[in-house]
Nanobody
Framework: QVQLVESGGGLVQPGGSLRLSCAASGSIFRIDDMGWYRQAPGSERELVALIISGGGTNYADSVKGRFTISRDNAKNTVYLQMNSLKPEDTAVYLC??????????????WGQGTQVTVSS
């Protein structure tokens, strides 16, 4: 009913930047929270950044001051600008959206994930 498609991952050197995008499509009435999680090998999934429909944001302490989350409500798209990347940022980054469907049901939707590798 809802599809989330991520783009923008890749290989970058330490200190570099990447911008992730995630576009939602489907039977969408409204999207409330949108965000990014990440999961490294052998680790649990963790919240990276979250943005509510009104624009308020929340970040993991490890990325504060380096990452910026934003959204375009008209395009049902969320972005994650990642600067000053570190090797420990290496992970699969997953897009998340809390969606109110046209049926008025509420679902938590996830993207397939995009790999971010920070290495020299």
């Amino acid at each position: 009913q809802v599809q989330l498609v991520e783009s923008g991952g890749g290989l970058v050197q330490p200190g570099g930047s990447l911008r992730l995008s995630c576009a939602a499509s489907g039977s969408i009435f409204r999207i409330d929270d949108m965000g990014w999680y990440r999961q490294a090998p052998g680790s649990e999934r963790e919240l990276v950044a979250l943005i509510i429909s009104g624009g308020g944001t929340n970040y993991a302490d490890s990325v504060k001051g380096r990452f910026t989350i934003s959204r375009d409500n008209a395009k049902n798209t969320v972005y994650l600008q990642m600067n000053s990347l570190k090797p420990e940022d290496t992970a699969v980054y997953l897009c998340y959206a809390n969606v109110v469907l046209t049926s008025r049901s509420i679902v938590d939707s996830w993207g397939q994930g995009t790999q971010v590798t920070v290495s020299s």
